[in-house]
Protein backbone atom coordinates (compact mmCIF):
# COMPACT_ATOMS: atom_id res chain seq x y z
CA UNK A 1 0.00 0.00 0.00
CA UNK A 2 2.86 2.45 1.30
CA UNK A 3 4.85 1.60 -2.46
CA UNK A 4 1.47 2.39 -4.63
CA UNK A 5 1.45 5.62 -2.34
CA UNK A 6 5.16 6.09 -3.44
CA UNK A 7 4.71 5.50 -7.10
CA UNK A 8 1.26 7.59 -7.49
CA UNK A 9 2.78 10.38 -6.03
CA UNK A 10 6.49 10.39 -8.04
CA UNK A 11 4.62 9.59 -11.73
CA UNK A 12 4.81 12.26 -13.65
CA UNK A 13 2.07 12.74 -16.21
CA UNK A 14 -0.03 16.33 -16.80
CA UNK A 15 -3.06 17.32 -14.44
CA UNK A 16 -6.07 16.42 -17.16
CA UNK A 17 -4.49 12.36 -17.20
CA UNK A 18 -3.93 12.73 -12.91
CA UNK A 19 -7.32 14.55 -12.44
CA UNK A 20 -9.47 11.45 -14.86
CA UNK A 21 -7.93 8.90 -12.81
CA UNK A 22 -4.98 7.76 -15.31
CA UNK A 23 -2.23 7.72 -12.72
CA UNK A 24 -4.14 5.93 -10.07
CA UNK A 25 -5.16 3.01 -12.93
CA UNK A 26 -1.12 2.55 -13.76
CA UNK A 27 -0.41 2.03 -10.54
CA UNK A 28 -2.24 -0.55 -9.90
CA UNK A 29 -1.82 -1.92 -13.02
CA UNK A 30 1.84 -1.86 -11.99
CA UNK A 31 0.90 -3.84 -8.56
CA UNK A 32 -0.72 -6.15 -10.02
CA UNK A 33 1.23 -7.15 -12.46
CA UNK A 34 4.01 -7.75 -10.11
CA UNK A 35 1.53 -9.96 -7.50
CA UNK A 36 0.15 -12.11 -10.54
CA UNK A 37 3.81 -12.20 -12.32
CA UNK A 38 3.46 -16.40 -12.63
CA UNK A 39 0.02 -15.97 -13.96
CA UNK A 40 0.85 -13.29 -16.75
CA UNK A 41 3.65 -14.65 -17.83
CA UNK A 42 1.56 -16.62 -20.84
CA UNK A 43 0.30 -13.73 -22.06
CA UNK A 44 2.97 -11.65 -21.79
CA UNK A 45 5.10 -14.15 -23.86
CA UNK A 46 2.26 -14.39 -26.28
CA UNK A 47 1.67 -10.75 -27.40
CA UNK A 48 5.23 -10.22 -27.64
CA UNK A 49 5.15 -13.13 -29.96
CA UNK A 50 2.40 -11.96 -31.93
CA UNK A 51 3.85 -8.49 -32.54
CA UNK A 52 7.38 -9.77 -33.75
CA UNK A 53 5.68 -12.07 -36.39
CA UNK A 54 3.76 -9.30 -37.36
CA UNK A 55 6.68 -7.01 -38.63
CA UNK A 56 8.76 -9.71 -39.53
CA UNK A 57 8.14 -9.32 -43.15
CA UNK A 58 8.26 -5.93 -43.29
CA UNK A 59 10.84 -4.25 -46.16
CA UNK A 60 10.71 -0.86 -44.66
CA UNK A 61 11.50 -0.57 -41.06
CA UNK A 62 11.70 3.17 -40.34
CA UNK A 63 9.51 4.10 -37.31
CA UNK A 64 7.38 1.56 -34.87
CA UNK A 65 4.59 3.53 -32.51
CA UNK A 66 3.67 1.64 -29.48
CA UNK A 67 -0.27 2.33 -28.75
CA UNK A 68 -0.86 1.62 -24.45
CA UNK A 69 2.87 1.01 -24.05
CA UNK A 70 2.20 1.02 -20.07
CA UNK A 71 4.68 -1.21 -18.47
CA UNK A 72 5.99 -2.43 -21.14
CA UNK A 73 5.14 -6.28 -20.04
CA UNK A 74 3.93 -7.41 -23.44
CA UNK A 75 6.45 -5.08 -25.65
CA UNK A 76 9.19 -6.54 -27.37
CA UNK A 77 11.25 -3.51 -26.76
CA UNK A 78 14.65 -5.20 -27.02
CA UNK A 79 13.24 -6.52 -30.57
CA UNK A 80 11.40 -3.27 -31.85
CA UNK A 81 14.61 -1.32 -31.22
CA UNK A 82 17.22 -3.34 -33.14
CA UNK A 83 14.84 -3.48 -35.74
CA UNK A 84 13.56 0.00 -36.37
CA UNK A 85 15.29 3.31 -36.76
CA UNK A 86 13.21 4.93 -34.09
CA UNK A 87 10.72 3.31 -31.63
CA UNK A 88 7.96 5.74 -30.49
CA UNK A 89 6.09 4.65 -27.02
CA UNK A 90 2.32 6.19 -26.70
CA UNK A 91 0.52 6.28 -23.11
CA UNK A 92 -1.36 8.61 -20.68
CA UNK A 93 1.09 7.21 -18.61
CA UNK A 94 4.56 6.49 -18.55
CA UNK A 95 5.97 4.87 -15.30
CA UNK A 96 9.65 5.69 -14.51
CA UNK A 97 9.81 1.51 -14.23
CA UNK A 98 9.07 2.04 -18.31
CA UNK A 99 10.84 5.02 -19.12
CA UNK A 100 13.88 3.80 -16.80
CA UNK A 101 13.94 0.35 -18.83
CA UNK A 102 13.98 2.26 -22.20
CA UNK A 103 17.03 4.40 -21.16
CA UNK A 104 19.40 1.97 -22.66
CA UNK A 105 17.82 2.42 -26.12
CA UNK A 106 18.05 5.63 -27.55
CA UNK A 107 15.70 5.21 -30.85
CA UNK A 108 13.40 5.13 -28.17
CA UNK A 109 10.79 8.23 -27.34
CA UNK A 110 7.54 8.68 -25.38
CA UNK A 111 4.31 10.54 -26.36
CA UNK A 112 2.32 11.35 -23.42
CA UNK A 113 -0.99 11.62 -24.81
CA UNK A 114 -4.70 10.63 -24.54
CA UNK A 115 -5.88 8.67 -27.32
CA UNK A 116 -9.35 7.85 -26.24
CA UNK A 117 -10.69 10.35 -28.10
CA UNK A 118 -12.75 12.03 -25.61
CA UNK A 119 -11.32 14.81 -25.36
CA UNK A 120 -13.99 17.33 -26.79
CA UNK A 121 -16.25 14.98 -25.00
CA UNK A 122 -15.00 15.59 -21.97
CA UNK A 123 -13.69 18.99 -22.22
CA UNK A 124 -16.43 20.94 -23.71
CA UNK A 125 -19.42 18.97 -23.13
CA UNK A 126 -19.68 18.28 -26.87
CA UNK A 127 -20.78 14.73 -27.84
CA UNK A 128 -18.08 13.53 -30.02
CA UNK A 129 -15.41 11.15 -30.61
CA UNK A 130 -12.84 12.13 -32.35
CA UNK A 131 -9.88 10.14 -34.00
CA UNK A 132 -7.73 13.26 -34.81
CA UNK A 133 -5.18 12.67 -31.55
CA UNK A 134 -4.07 8.71 -32.64
CA UNK A 135 -4.26 9.00 -36.43
CA UNK A 136 -1.97 12.80 -35.93
CA UNK A 137 0.61 10.39 -34.23
CA UNK A 138 0.39 7.29 -35.95
CA UNK A 139 0.68 8.91 -39.72
CA UNK A 140 3.64 10.68 -40.39
CA UNK A 141 5.37 9.72 -43.82
CA UNK A 142 8.10 7.43 -41.82
CA UNK A 143 5.68 5.69 -39.79
CA UNK A 144 5.85 1.66 -40.97
CA UNK A 145 4.46 -0.28 -37.96
CA UNK A 146 1.98 0.46 -35.18
CA UNK A 147 1.16 -1.80 -32.52
CA UNK A 148 -2.50 -1.40 -30.02
CA UNK A 149 -1.00 -3.52 -27.36
CA UNK A 150 -4.00 -4.05 -25.34
CA UNK A 151 -4.81 -0.86 -25.02
CA UNK A 152 -8.86 -1.13 -26.51
CA UNK A 153 -10.39 -2.05 -23.49
CA UNK A 154 -9.22 0.63 -21.19
CA UNK A 155 -10.34 3.27 -23.17
CA UNK A 156 -13.70 3.74 -22.61
CA UNK A 157 -13.43 2.47 -19.00
CA UNK A 158 -12.28 6.15 -17.39
CA UNK A 159 -14.85 8.17 -19.78
CA UNK A 160 -17.32 6.06 -18.68
CA UNK A 161 -16.30 6.77 -15.01
CA UNK A 162 -15.86 10.21 -15.26
CA UNK A 163 -19.90 11.05 -15.93
CA UNK A 164 -20.98 8.49 -14.16
CA UNK A 165 -18.86 9.72 -10.97
CA UNK A 166 -20.87 13.35 -11.77
CA UNK A 167 -24.35 11.87 -11.76
CA UNK A 168 -24.56 12.43 -15.75
CA UNK A 169 -26.01 10.10 -18.08
CA UNK A 170 -23.49 7.82 -20.17
CA UNK A 171 -23.97 9.85 -23.81
CA UNK A 172 -25.35 6.30 -25.57
CA UNK A 173 -23.39 3.67 -26.69
CA UNK A 174 -20.24 5.29 -25.58
CA UNK A 175 -18.67 2.59 -25.00
CA UNK A 176 -18.70 1.34 -28.59
CA UNK A 177 -18.46 4.68 -30.28
CA UNK A 178 -14.87 4.65 -28.24
CA UNK A 179 -13.67 1.22 -29.57
CA UNK A 180 -15.27 1.54 -33.57
CA UNK A 181 -13.26 4.55 -33.58
CA UNK A 182 -10.19 3.23 -32.53
CA UNK A 183 -11.05 0.27 -34.85
CA UNK A 184 -11.73 2.44 -37.74
CA UNK A 185 -8.48 4.62 -37.22
CA UNK A 186 -6.11 2.17 -37.22
CA UNK A 187 -7.67 0.39 -40.34
CA UNK A 188 -7.06 3.60 -42.29
CA UNK A 189 -3.36 4.20 -41.11
CA UNK A 190 -0.89 3.24 -43.84
CA UNK A 191 1.33 1.64 -41.58
CA UNK A 192 1.27 -2.53 -41.20
CA UNK A 193 -0.92 -2.27 -38.04
CA UNK A 194 -1.05 -5.19 -35.35
CA UNK A 195 -3.82 -5.02 -32.69
CA UNK A 196 -3.83 -6.87 -29.69
CA UNK A 197 -6.76 -6.75 -27.55
CA UNK A 198 -8.46 -8.24 -24.92
CA UNK A 199 -12.41 -8.80 -25.72
CA UNK A 200 -13.99 -10.76 -23.48
CA UNK A 201 -13.91 -11.06 -19.37
CA UNK A 202 -15.32 -14.25 -17.83
CA UNK A 203 -15.61 -15.29 -14.33
CA UNK A 204 -14.90 -18.89 -13.05
CA UNK A 205 -15.34 -20.84 -9.67
CA UNK A 206 -13.26 -23.16 -9.10
CA UNK A 207 -15.29 -25.99 -10.29
CA UNK A 208 -14.39 -24.04 -13.67
CA UNK A 209 -18.20 -22.94 -13.59
CA UNK A 210 -18.82 -19.45 -15.55
CA UNK A 211 -20.29 -17.21 -12.98
CA UNK A 212 -20.21 -13.88 -15.07
CA UNK A 213 -19.16 -12.44 -18.52
CA UNK A 214 -18.62 -9.05 -20.02
CA UNK A 215 -18.20 -7.93 -23.64
CA UNK A 216 -15.15 -5.73 -23.54
CA UNK A 217 -15.84 -4.40 -27.05
CA UNK A 218 -19.32 -2.93 -25.96
CA UNK A 219 -20.78 -4.82 -28.68
CA UNK A 220 -17.99 -3.90 -31.25
CA UNK A 221 -18.06 -6.31 -33.86
CA UNK A 222 -14.06 -8.09 -34.32
CA UNK A 223 -13.33 -10.48 -37.38
CA UNK A 224 -11.48 -13.41 -36.65
CA UNK A 225 -8.40 -13.19 -35.39
CA UNK A 226 -4.60 -14.50 -36.02
CA UNK A 227 -4.49 -15.55 -32.48
CA UNK A 228 -6.91 -16.09 -29.90
CA UNK A 229 -5.69 -17.33 -25.97
CA UNK A 230 -6.68 -16.17 -22.29
CA UNK A 231 -4.91 -13.95 -20.00
CA UNK A 232 -5.72 -15.11 -16.67
CA UNK A 233 -5.85 -11.92 -15.39
CA UNK A 234 -7.01 -12.20 -11.35
CA UNK A 235 -5.83 -16.09 -10.40
CA UNK A 236 -7.97 -17.26 -7.29
CA UNK A 237 -7.14 -15.61 -4.29
CA UNK A 238 -6.33 -12.20 -6.46
CA UNK A 239 -9.76 -11.00 -6.74
CA UNK A 240 -11.68 -13.38 -4.40
CA UNK A 241 -11.00 -16.76 -2.68
CA UNK A 242 -12.97 -19.10 -5.12
CA UNK A 243 -13.08 -17.05 -8.23
CA UNK A 244 -10.75 -16.01 -10.78
CA UNK A 245 -10.42 -13.56 -13.57
CA UNK A 246 -10.07 -14.30 -17.41
CA UNK A 247 -9.83 -12.16 -20.46
CA UNK A 248 -9.97 -13.38 -23.73
CA UNK A 249 -7.11 -12.09 -25.84
CA UNK A 250 -7.38 -11.60 -29.57
CA UNK A 251 -4.43 -10.68 -32.06
CA UNK A 252 -4.34 -9.45 -35.45
CA UNK A 253 -1.11 -9.38 -37.33
CA UNK A 254 -2.29 -6.74 -39.77
CA UNK A 255 -5.52 -5.37 -38.79
CA UNK A 256 -6.10 -3.14 -41.80
CA UNK A 257 -6.78 -6.59 -43.89
CA UNK A 258 -8.97 -8.17 -41.18
CA UNK A 259 -10.90 -5.40 -40.73
CA UNK A 260 -11.77 -5.11 -44.54
CA UNK A 261 -13.26 -9.09 -44.29
CA UNK A 262 -15.65 -8.02 -41.70
CA UNK A 263 -19.20 -8.23 -42.50
CA UNK A 264 -21.34 -5.95 -41.08
CA UNK A 265 -23.52 -7.43 -38.22
CA UNK A 266 -21.63 -10.42 -38.04
CA UNK A 267 -21.31 -12.26 -34.73
CA UNK A 268 -18.12 -11.32 -32.67
CA UNK A 269 -16.00 -14.42 -32.73
CA UNK A 270 -14.47 -14.09 -29.31
CA UNK A 271 -16.54 -15.72 -26.62
C1 LIG B 1 -3.67 -3.08 -19.87
S1 LIG B 1 -2.50 -1.83 -20.07
C2 LIG B 1 -1.59 -2.38 -21.46
C3 LIG B 1 -0.38 -3.06 -21.06
C4 LIG B 1 0.88 -2.51 -21.70
N1 LIG B 1 0.87 -2.74 -23.13
C5 LIG B 1 2.05 -3.17 -21.03
O1 LIG B 1 2.77 -3.91 -21.68
O2 LIG B 1 2.24 -2.92 -19.85
C6 LIG B 1 -3.36 -0.52 -20.85
C7 LIG B 1 -2.51 0.70 -21.07
O3 LIG B 1 -3.30 1.64 -21.78
C8 LIG B 1 -3.06 2.92 -21.25
N2 LIG B 1 -4.22 3.77 -21.54
C9 LIG B 1 -5.46 3.69 -21.00
N3 LIG B 1 -6.25 4.66 -21.51
C10 LIG B 1 -5.49 5.35 -22.40
C11 LIG B 1 -5.75 6.45 -23.24
N4 LIG B 1 -6.94 7.07 -23.24
N5 LIG B 1 -4.77 6.90 -24.05
C12 LIG B 1 -3.52 6.31 -24.04
N6 LIG B 1 -3.23 5.24 -23.25
C13 LIG B 1 -4.19 4.78 -22.43
C14 LIG B 1 -2.88 2.68 -19.77
O4 LIG B 1 -2.17 3.75 -19.16
C15 LIG B 1 -2.10 1.36 -19.77
O5 LIG B 1 -0.72 1.57 -19.77
Redesign the pocket.
Known sequence: MLLELALYLTMSAPLRHRLLG?VR??VS?LAR?RRCRAAWEPHKRRARAAIIAAFADLPRRRTAIV?????????PLRELAAAFDRVRL????HPWTARLETRRYPQVDHVT????GTRLLLGGGEDMITDADLTGICSGPDVDFVVS???LS??PI?PIDWFEARGRPVPLHLGRRIVETHLCALARLPARVCLITDTLEREDDRAGRETDRLDLMHGAVLPIPDALWDWELAPFGEAGRDRRILHRVAAFRDWGSAFRTLTPGAPVPSS
Do not use: F, K
Not at 67 to 75: E, F, M, N, P, R
Open positions: HESLSLGSGLLDDVVDTVADISANLQLL
